[in-house]
Each structure stands twice: as structure tokens, then as C-alpha cells.
């Protein structure tokens, strides 16, 4: 094996771990709420084309949590809520949570790609989204601040 194919193989392997880390300790967290008879919420974002959402430790949370990612796009929330600007561009997005009020937003105009006003590209592109005033190297990618309300909204309804 090349010495770079053998590094791509060990960081994937080191990022598995990682989430599969997470999700044991959301578990683990959600299980200790519920012996004391409390709720606790949570969710996941990953981009819908992830290779996440097949993994086997997610496979494995699913099946074990009864739920499902839900999809929204992310020009339907306010990027900064101190600002009325949505996010430049439609971004699928799959959100895993346990809020059951919580009701994902769709782009109405998906195929009218003109109606987006920037594009996202890879890492190692030098295309790099813009957001406004956020200064540059704060974020590469940010979820959206109305995105995290709205979520929070809906945990916190009874």
C-alpha cells in the first residue's frame, strides 16, 4: 500500500471511531436521563450525501432509537440571527433528533438554481463561501444559527 493510501485508510478509520464515539455517548447520555425520569434532547447534522448515514455504527443507532434523519436545506434558515440574511445556497442537509415537534424546512425552489446566490465548494477548492461579516478563517462551513432555534423552539414546546 502507497504511504498516502495508507493515511487516507488510518484518518477514515480515525474519523469512524470518532462519530462511532459520539453516538455511544449520546446513548449513553439519553439512557442516564431516563432512569432518573428525565428528557434530553440532541441532534446530528450531517450533509445528506454523507457517508455517514451508512456507516454501521449509524445503522446501528437507527435501529436501536427508532429514528429518522430528516431532510432540510439550509437556505431556509436565517444564517446569523442578529441578521435577516438566509444561507446563499440550498445545502441539503439530513438532521437526526429525538425533538419530535421539530418540523425540517424544504427549499420550495430547488431547481431554480439562480435564485442561490453563492456556491459551496470542497476543502481543497479555493472557492470559498462568503458570509457577510463573519470574518474570514472564523468558519469554513457553518450550520445556520436559525437552523439551531428552530430545533430548540421545538424541544423546548410541551
Not at 22 to 29: A, G
Not at 44 to 66: A, C, H, I, Q
Not at 90 to 101: H, Q
Not at 106 to 123: E, F, K, M, Q
Request: hydrophobic share 35%.
Amino acid at each position: 500500500m502507497r504511504p498516502e493510501d495508507a493515511q487516507k485508510r488510518n484518518t477514515a478509520i480515525e474519523h469512524d471511531e470518532m462519530a462511532a464515539d459520539v453516538l455511544h455517548s449520546i446513548t449513553d447520555w439519553l439512557l442516564e436521563a431516563a432512569v432518573k425520569g428525565k428528557q434530553r434532547h440532541f441532534y446530528v447534522e450531517n450533509p445528506t450525501k454523507s457517508m455517514l448515514w451508512g456507516r454501521p455504527y449509524m445503522s446501528d443507532f437507527l435501529g436501536l432509537s427508532g429514528l429518522t434523519p430528516q431532510r432540510c436545506n439550509y437556505c431556509c434558515y436565517q444564517i446569523m440571527l442578529t441578521d435577516p440574511l438566509v444561507y446563499p445556497t440550498p445545502k441539503s442537509t439530513r438532521i437526526l433528533t429525538n425533538v419530535s415537534g421539530w418540523v425540517p424546512r424544504r427549499c420550495p425552489d430547488l431547481a431554480n438554481h439562480a435564485a442561490h446566490t453563492a456556491v459551496i465548494s470542497g476543502p481543497n477548492s479555493e472557492e470559498r463561501p462568503s458570509f457577510f461579516n463573519i470574518p474570514e478563517g472564523t468558519c469554513v462551513f457553518m450550520t445556520p444559527e436559525g437552523l439551531h432555534l428552530d430545533i430548540a423552539s421545538a424541544a423546548m414546546q410541551k
